[in-house]
């Protein structure tokens, strides 16, 4: 039977890559494939049109001499070691928010681990109503579809799952020393460089799917943030002086994100959370919270509890539990 069109373009990748001496003939390809000579011909001139630079020479065949810096399935599929996450991906252009996209397909019944993820998005959204800056060719958009067996309260869980999936990746990728900022935020220097975005369908007891979106700032130049951007931000580029290729950091985020959604499965939030706090500096320091209703509240943040929610020891004493909001570090902290 013939491979869907993805699977047909990875293999004859994974082909070329074998190659000992880079040519493939066309007659090879359409054996190993189990398709015609003008299948694989198709094929190749896909592969070209998604910008992989394909060399063709009469009675040798076919080598690849480039390939494209772009989060394809074609790519984050080579090597990848996943068990459930990123089996099927969805790869777009362009989106207008892969959050929107991996949402609807959640509706429709696509399975637990399905990626949605984007080039660009045209409307990418930010947590309370925002908007996450989507430039094309330079970040990684993804989102990811999950079916926990689980109640809602356990969903916000899954947002330090993926904080701490994001910092273990950038630290795998490029030796920097990422750290957390509750709720959702994944800081360099105090920068932000990676957003997270979780969004759930659930009924009154027990979640239908969970969309974790993640946002990570890889090569963007200081001229592509906006000057009013609200919280002060950085990329990896910026902060580590290389740029990282896309592929190779969705690969290695999908694989963090299998291994830790794994591990909570089998050992529940508590290993992830202690993990999360062990590398948020939050701890100790003295924080406004602004929840949304324009009075911030001001103490000195404990810790995060098993659901995720914020400790924060008032000025009385007294001990409040924040589910949501914006924290800012006060300048005593300085001092
Ligand atoms: C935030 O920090 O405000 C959250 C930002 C989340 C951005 C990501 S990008 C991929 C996914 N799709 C979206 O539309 N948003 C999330």
Same mark, same amino acid.
């Given at each position: 039977m013939p491979?869907?069109?993805t699977g047909?373009r990875e293999?004859i990748?994974?082909?070329?890559r ?13 054996? &190993?494939l /189990?398709?015609?000579?003008? &299948?694989v011909?198709k094929?190749i001139r ?7 630079r394909?060399e063709?020479i009469?009675?040798?065949g ?5 390939t ?12 990848? %070691? ?7 991906i969805?790869? !777009?252009t ?8 991996a ?9 637990e681990?399905?990626i949605?993820?984007a080039?660009r998005q045209s409307?990418g959204?930010?947590?309370l109503?925002?908007?996450w800056?989507?430039?094309? /060719?330079?970040?990684l958009y993804?989102?990811v579809?999950?079916?926990p ?9 899954l ?9 273990r990746?950038?630290? &795998?990728?490029?030796g920097?020393a990422p750290?957390h900022k509750?709720?959702n ?15 759930? %369908?659930?009924? %009154?007891?027990?979640?239908?799917f969970?969309v974790l979106?993640?946002?990570v700032?890889?090569?963007?130049t #200081?001229?592509?943030f906006?000057?009013d ?9 910026? #902060? /580590?002086?290389?740029?990282?290729p896309r #592929?190779? !950091? $969705?690969?290695t985020?999908?694989e963090?994100?299998d291994?830790l959604y ?5 050992? $529940?939030?508590a ?5 999360w706090e062990a ?7 003295a924080?406004?919270?602004?929840e949304?209703?324009?009075?911030a ?5 404990v810790g995060?509890d098993?659901?995720g929610?914020?400790l924060?020891?008032l000025?009385? /004493? ?5 589910l ?7 300048p005593?902290?300085?001092?």
């Amino acid at each position: 039977m013939p491979l869907p069109a993805t699977g047909a373009r990875e293999a004859i990748l994974g082909l070329f890559r074998q190659a000992s001496e880079g040519f493939v003939s066309g007659a090879r390809l359409s054996e &190993a494939l /189990g398709v015609s000579r003008t &299948a694989v011909w198709k094929q190749i001139r896909q592969l070209r049109q998604l910008g992989y630079r394909i060399e063709a020479i009469p009675s040798r065949g076919y080598r690849l001499c480039a390939t494209p810096d772009l989060p394809l399935a074609e790519e984050l599929h080579t090597g990848l %070691s996943t068990r459930i996450i990123g089996k099927e991906i969805r790869y !777009f252009t362009e989106t207008d928010s892969t959050n929107r996209q991996a949402y609807a397909l959640g509706e429709a019944g696509a399975g637990e681990g399905m990626i949605v993820i984007a080039d660009r998005q045209s409307a990418g959204k930010g947590r309370l109503g925002r908007t996450w800056i989507s430039p094309p /060719g330079v970040n990684l958009y993804l989102s990811v579809l999950l079916r926990p067996p689980l109640p809602p309260y356990a969903a916000p869980q899954l947002t330090f799952l993926s904080a701490l999936a994001v910092s273990r990746a950038i630290a &795998a990728v490029t030796g920097l020393a990422p750290t957390h900022k509750w709720p959702n935020d994944v800081l360099l220097d105090g920068f932000k460089v990676a957003g997270l975005l979780n969004e759930m %369908s659930a009924e %009154s007891d027990r979640i239908r799917f969970v969309v974790l979106g993640i946002g990570v700032n890889l090569n963007m130049t #200081a001229d592509q943030f906006p000057a009013d951007l609200r919280a002060p931000a950085t990329s990896l580029l910026l #902060a /580590g002086g290389r740029p990282v290729p896309r #592929a190779l !950091f $969705g690969r290695t985020l999908l694989e963090q994100l299998d291994s830790l959604y794994a591990e909570y499965l089998r050992h $529940g939030p508590a290993p992830i959370m202690a993990a999360w706090e062990a590398h948020c500096d939050l701890v100790g320091k003295a924080v406004t919270v602004d929840e949304g209703s324009g009075t911030a509240l001001r103490g000195t943040v404990v810790g995060i509890d098993r659901d995720g929610a914020l400790l924060l020891t008032l000025a009385d /004493g007294s001990t409040e539990r924040i589910l949501a909001g914006d924290v800012r570090l006060l300048p005593e902290n300085n001092q």
